[in-house]
């Protein structure tokens, strides 16, 4: 075999070329050369079709090194990386600047004729379907013609029947009828498809089934071979007989002949007619030499048998008369929707014809909201190479929990309750302990300025990953990347987002400096209470940097409430002040964030005792982000406040139910349950929190008031000990002078509050309701009245809970009680 010369014509139109048929096939002799030219012929005039269809070349030309090679933007685009090479351009990985969103961009670099290209973006874009390929725009930019679109996914069909041969007749009959429904949108918008076919069709790792790459081929030239087909219309064997007759044109009939082609190959892994050259299959088709498929894939249901025989009939008019209507006889076939597909691969690009990339996230139709699922955020891995960067991995998790909160239709924990499980492998236990069905798993790296962040979504059950993704980012969209991962996850768990949802899913790029700041101040607000006039200090100045940055006025917010707390009272009044315009400015920037409704509300509760307005704030939160048990363990303190103890005690409830993991959940709780004398609840709840942290002092501490009230009081001294020794709260220490009071042990009362009056000279500061209960134990009304008097002039925290605390039982009965109830506010 001569080979050379059919060498030479495979890089001719590798070129883009049109090669010299009668040149390069003068010297051929054999009939397998001929047989190679022919099949090289075929492809010659298919890559042809797609050129005159875009307009992209001239008739005959070379391919041309593309322009722009190193260029990193075009338009509102920034190019991430390419995809895709061929004659007509480049295709991108593309960030959308305006929506905030990834996209397919498709850059048409030789196009002669760029308004050619917006005249097939704008045809494309009026096809919107869930099962279509989404166009988002078409422009011209620095003479550069594109299209921009969604990016998916997946694997091709043609490589799933490869990989894993005929499909079973329900998951064949499922496909179906997606693309059937995906065709009939695109007869809808009075287009054709063309080039149906299974290397066409991609199905996500969640099921959903997109039809690609419309109008592949079209009508062109008569060939200067008789003996060749003189129209091209899609690929040979998806394509109806009629259209190897010279001059017919394509019709909805013929995209439902493809159609009916591809039901065929998805059950038999094979095609109704065969031929080794295009002539060969016309010839077959002339001769109606068509295997049925229940011959090719015996035992297929008759309906699926009946229909891919209608479809595939010779005659247009006796075919299925629209793809709707294939639709329809299919959905009977099909499994049920699917809320979460039940078997996943692992994710890869989908290879596709030269003329289109694959997407991988669209924000169109989604199916109807699934019930509440819950999902666990594991902290995120620091896999960068610098320790110092630990920060920065932290405060990703921490924001992504809180963009995933927002999905109303998700339970996820706080990073509070994640933080424990760092270092821990067993996935069903953690999923166990928290309470979840589903973990998100992620790392972070760093190359060059980018930083790239891999996600997987796991089945604790199996340890199998469901899901998994990159993004790669320069600093700026790092926080954004958190958001459109919430995205993704919600899309990929099939969960309907509200159109607030969207919205407060879809942020804006943040000046880096802002970013940094703001991740570092959240980790330093954990650390330790010295660490927060330096979470502060950070919050400040990401807010500075970003006056509009609506997450960092809430933060700095919460972290302003304890400092005005424990600040001199010249100080407190202002910084309180400026805490609650800070928390106004988070929400009047962006109603969704949860934390300025916890900040705010916290300042209404305990500094202004406007119960009513917190209890508004509390719950427009709770509606907001249902998950969030920190909001759930404050509105709980109010209800008990309130003296709505059942309330409270559900509200509290689920609060720890939301957050297992985390002791101060519980020991709330266990605090609520003390108000209501439910000492056995109370005390169990104090001891699950130490179960889960030893030592955890609010929890000794706990006891020791439980132990009081029933009169134990050596067992009460023994656990307020302990709690000091963990954590020396000077008001732990006036309340220990209470018991030993109650007790009746004055001399170790006096000493006890011979050390607090020594450290009150030193600074230290503690409420005056303290002394107040010391004196209620003693028997001295008229000096606890006087010393809750105060505290409620002054405003002091503890007395809200007077109305239900026990230390208070022995003053209910006298008349000065109900007043001081009704001076707090408590009772009308």
């Not at 007509?88 to 004729?113: C, I, M, Q, S």
């Not at 229909?307 to 006796?318: D, E, F, G, I, Y």
């Not at 639709?327 to 009977?332: A, F, M």
């Not at 005005?564 to 002040?577: P, V």
Request: hydrophobic letters at 45%; glycine letters at 6%; one cysteine or more.
């Amino acid at each position: 075999m001569a080979a050379d010369p059919l060498v030479d014509v495979a890089a001719s139109i590798a070129d883009g070329q049109t090669p010299d048929w009668t040149t390069a096939t003068r010297d051929l002799s054999s009939e397998e050369e001929r047989g190679v030219a022919d099949e090289l012929e075929l492809v010659a005039r298919i890559a042809a079709a797609h050129r005159q269809l875009h307009q992209l070349l001239p008739p005959v030309a070379a391919a041309e090194a593309e322009p722009f090679a190193d260029r990193t933007r075009w338009g509102h685009l920034d190019l991430l990386e390419v995809v895709g090479r061929g004659s007509y351009g480049t295709v991108y990985r593309a960030w959308d600047t305006r929506l905030e969103r990834l996209v397919a961009l498709k850059l048409f670099h030789r196009a002669p004729n760029p308004d050619a290209v917006m005249l097939e973006g704008k045809m494309l874009a009026r096809v919107r379907h869930e099962n279509v390929v989404t166009v988002y725009g078409a422009d011209i930019i620095d003479g550069v013609a594109g299209i921009w679109m969604e990016f998916v996914h997946g694997r091709t069909l043609d490589q799933i029947v490869k990989g894993q041969g005929a499909m079973p007749a329900r998951e064949a009959a499922t496909i179906g009828a997606d693309v059937a429904k995906g065709l009939a949108a695109i007869h809808g918008a009075q287009l054709l498809h063309c080039d149906v076919k299974a290397q066409n069709v991609v199905r996500e790792s969640t099921g959903r089934v997109v039809l690609m790459d419309m109008g592949a081929g079209r009508v062109i030239a008569d060939a200067s071979d008789d003996d060749q087909l003189s129209d091209i219309t899609g690929t040979p064997r998806y394509m109806a007989p009629e259209l190897f007759e010279t001059g017919t044109p394509a019709t909805r009939a013929t995209d439902v002949y493809s159609l009916g082609v591809l039901l065929y190959y998805l059950a038999s892994a094979r095609f109704p007619v065969e031929g080794k050259s295009v002539n060969e299959l016309r010839q077959a088709h002339a001769a109606g030499r068509v295997e049925p498929l229940d011959r090719a894939r015996p035992g297929m249901p008759a309906p699926y048998l009946a229909l891919v025989s209608r479809a595939l009939n010779p005659n247009p008019a006796r075919r299925p008369e629209s793809a709707a209507e294939v639709q329809r006889l299919l959905t009977p076939l099909a499994a049920p929707p699917r809320r979460l597909v039940s078997r996943w691969q692992t994710w890869v690009a989908a290879t596709v014809l030269a003329v289109l990339a694959l997407a991988w996230w669209r924000p169109g139709p989604l199916a109807p909201a699934a019930p509440v699922r819950s999902i666990a955020v594991l902290p995120i891995k620091n896999l960068t190479g610098d320790p110092s960067k630990a920060y920065f991995a932290d405060g990703l998790t921490d924001v992504l929990i809180s963009n995933l909160a927002r999905v109303r239709a998700l339970r996820v924990p706080s990073f509070e309750a994640v933080a424990p499980f760092r270092d821990k492998t067993d996935q069903a236990e953690i999923a166990k302990t928290l309470g979840v069905e589903l973990l998100l798993a992620g790392s972070i790296t760093q190359a060059d300025s980018k930083f790239r962040m891999a996600v997987q979504l796991i089945d604790p059950t199996t340890g199998t990953v469901k899901w998994g993704e990159e993004l790669t980012r320069d600093p700026s969209g790092v926080l954004s990347a958190q958001a459109e991962v919430a995205r993704l996850v919600a899309t990929r768990l099939n969960l309907t987002l509200r159109p607030e949802e969207q919205r407060a899913l879809s942020p804006g790029a943040l000046d880096p400096r802002a970013q940094d700041a703001y991740l570092r101040a959240l980790t330093l607000r954990r650390a330790s209470p010295t660490a927060r006039e330096e979470a502060a200090r950070l919050f400040r100045e990401a807010t500075e940097i970003e006056p509009a940055f609506a997450h960092a006025w809430a933060q700095l917010a919460l972290v302003e409430i304890p400092l005005a707390a424990g600040s001199t009272n010249a100080d407190r009044k202002a910084r309180t002040a400026l805490a609650r315009q800070m928390a106004e400015r988070a929400i009047q920037l962006d109603p969704t964030v949860v934390d300025g409704y916890a900040a705010l509300g916290t300042i209404q509760f305990y500094t202004d005792w406007n119960f009513a307005a917190a209890e508004q704030t509390f719950r427009s939160a709770i509606t907001i982000n249902p998950s969030d048990g920190f909001v759930r363990q404050r509105f709980s303190m109010l209800l008990a406040a309130r003296g709505r103890l059942d309330e409270a005690i559900a509200m509290a409830q689920e609060s720890a139910r939301l957050e297992p993991s985390i002791p101060l959940r519980h020991t709330s709780l266990g605090v609520i349950y003390y108000y209501a004398r439910d000492h056995a609840r109370s005390a169990a709840a104090f001891r699950h929190a130490l179960s889960m942290s030893p030592g955890f002092p609010t929890a000794y501490f706990g006891l020791g008031l439980v132990a009081a009230a029933q009169g134990r009081y050596d067992e009460a001294i023994a656990n307020i000990q302990r709690a000091i020794a963990a954590n020396d709260y000077v008001a732990w220490q006036v309340d220990l002078a209470r018991v030993y009071a109650a007790a009746g042990r004055p001399d170790d009362k006096a000493r006890v509050l011979a050390t607090v009056s020594d450290r009150e000279k030193a600074g230290e500061t503690y409420g005056i309701d303290y002394i107040g209960y010391i004196a209620a134990a003693e028997g001295r009304p008229d000096d606890a009245f006087h010393f809750l008097d105060q505290a409620v002039a002054s405003r002091t925290t503890n007395v809200l809970w007077i109305m239900v605390d026990p230390r208070v039982d022995a003053l209910r009965n006298d008349p000065r009680f109900e007043q001081i109830l009704t001076r707090t506010g408590l009772r009308h």
